[in-house]
């Protein structure tokens, strides 16, 4: 059966660092670091994310502003706020919360955000910086993942490893920050003739398609170390991974579970970005 990968432990210990310098910041006299959420949108589960979100910041001694645009906010408004928040000496990340009202599309907003406060690495210079080896902010998940296997002591150097998923936000930033640790990365996707040719050889699967239970236990061969990113709520207001966890679980040699993986990571880092950008100005 497979090893579970929590993410409760790491979560603690980077909400702990949090938590550590932002009472150290406070007591030189300056403000607490602060996060800005900009949301566009009435979709009920996108405001209890980010309420979730500012609940984590205020928790570890961070301040959290949601500004909250509505859903009929457009793309020259979003733009201004995030220019605003850019020149707003108090925010030291800012993050915009998808989805956007119909019609505006997210990377023409994305630019706006000043690359120093983007804690959530999605404005394009930020990837761009990744993939050449310069000091940028990844995006929460992507690094949530490497933070993961790291935290479980699992080898990256000289490993096959495949990615499910060529997002910007997930699959291609993890694909980076997997190359910059000297793995050997497959990025596969909708279009892959035969996903599971890939996956039974690899070392490592990583999977961030949004399809729920995609890979089965015969994508996987066995003690694979699995990283399932995805979040697909189920009808009875539960979250199902993108990996059929029992099956997977049965043969894999280690397993992110969904709920309890890679989320808790990637809140905590999303944090710990604002805490350091705080901390570098
Ligand atoms: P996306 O829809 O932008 O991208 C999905 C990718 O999967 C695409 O590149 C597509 O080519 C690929 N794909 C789709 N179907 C496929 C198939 N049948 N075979 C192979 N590849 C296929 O999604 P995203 O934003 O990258 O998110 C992926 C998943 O991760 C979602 O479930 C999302 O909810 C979850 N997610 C979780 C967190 C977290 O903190 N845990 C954060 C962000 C996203």
Do not use: M
């Amino acid at each position: 059966v497979a090893v579970r990968l929590v993410g409760s432990e790491l979560a603690a210990t980077l909400r702990a660092r949090s938590a550590e310098v932002a009472a150290e910041l406070a007591a030189g006299g300056t403000p607490p670091p602060k996060l800005a959420v900009v949301v566009a949108t009435e979709d009920e589960s996108s405001h209890a994310y980010v309420r979730s979100i500012a609940r984590a910041a205020h928790k570890v001694g961070l301040a959290c502003d949601i500004v909250d645009l509505g859903a009929g906010a457009s793309t020259p408004e979003i733009q201004k706020t995030l220019t605003a928040l850019g020149d707003d000496d108090d925010v030291h990340g800012t993050i915009v919360q998808t989805p956007l009202p119909p019609g505006v599309a997210a990377q023409d907003v994305v630019t706006s955000i000043d690359p120093a406060k983007d804690v959530d690495g999605a404005n394009p210079s930020s990837l761009g910086r990744l993939a050449t080896g310069l000091p940028a902010f990844a995006p929460a998940t992507a690094e949530a993942v490497i933070a993961l296997l790291d935290h479980h002591e699992i080898e990256l150097a000289g490993k096959d490893v495949v990615v499910v998923g060529r997002s910007t936000v997930v699959g291609v930033p993890v694909a980076h920050l997997l190359l910059a640790r000297d793995a050997s990365v497959t990025v596969c996707h909708s279009r892959t003739a035969d996903l599971a040719a890939h996956t039974r050889q690899a070392d490592i699967v990583i999977v961030a398609a949004g399809r729920p239970e995609l890979v089965t236990g015969d994508h996987i061969a066995a003690r694979t170390v699995v990283v399932d990113v995805g979040t697909n709520p189920t009808d009875d207001g539960g979250l199902v991974g993108d990996v059929a966890a029992a099956q997977v679980g049965a043969i894999a040699g280690a397993l992110t579970p969904v709920p309890g993986g890679v989320g808790p990571v990637t809140t905590a880092l999303l944090l710990w970005h604002t805490v350091d950008a705080a901390r570098a100005r």
